[in-house]
């Protein structure tokens, strides 16, 4: 039996869900509430204002970038491959995290723009660690950032990943 999400999350997923399905402006306090199936007033017992919902769904974006960084750092396929692999929009709910903070980020909010560099630093020093070589570390981490532009565009390839493996296998 899937577990309850508290109110607290119900909210935060509702608010990531208008920002990446409908934008930031019809996120709007009343729609997040409605979405979430909470009063306004019980939103408002979680996050007084727009600023602290934004604030809360930066700070679960950590908490769920650090869980991934762990997974990467421990993941048996290695983390360049676990880093590819993941660099696709599976529909997890940290993959709508990124997007609704990208999308957050782009309104020149700084919280969301400074987890959203410190998670590709994160994701980076694990590359450039495994690999012991920072220009290929960021290379294989721009080429995940493509993988994923494409991904949550509706403009990837079914190839794509498998033709990033062939050329890493050429690689000295």
Do not use: C
């Not at 396929?77 to 609704?100: C, H, K, N």
Request: aromatic share 6%.
């Amino acid at each position: 039996m899937p577990e309850e999400r508290s109110t607290r999350d119900r909210v935060l997923d509702a608010f990531e869900r208008l920002l990446v399905g409908a934008g930031s402006r019809a996120a709007t306090l009343d729609a997040v509430a409605a979405d979430a199936g909470v009063s306004k007033g019980g939103l408002l017992y979680h996050f007084h204002s727009r600023e602290a919902l934004v604030e809360g769904m930066v700070e679960r974006l950590r908490e769920q970038a650090r869980a991934d960084v762990a997974k990467m750092v421990s993941a048996p396929q290695g983390p360049v491959e676990f880093y590819l692999e993941t660099s696709v929009d599976s529909g997890s709910d940290f993959d709508r995290a990124l997007i609704a903070a990208s999308r957050i980020a782009q309104e020149n909010d700084a919280g969301a723009r400074t987890a959203l560099a410190d998670i590709r630093e994160a994701w980076f020093d694990v590359l450039n660690e495994h690999l012991g070589d920072i220009a290929l570390a960021r290379t294989i981490q721009l080429i995940g950032d493509g993988l994923y532009f494409d991904d949550t565009t509706g403009l990837a390839h079914p190839d794509a990943l498998t033709h990033v493996r062939e050329v890493l296998k050429r690689l000295p």
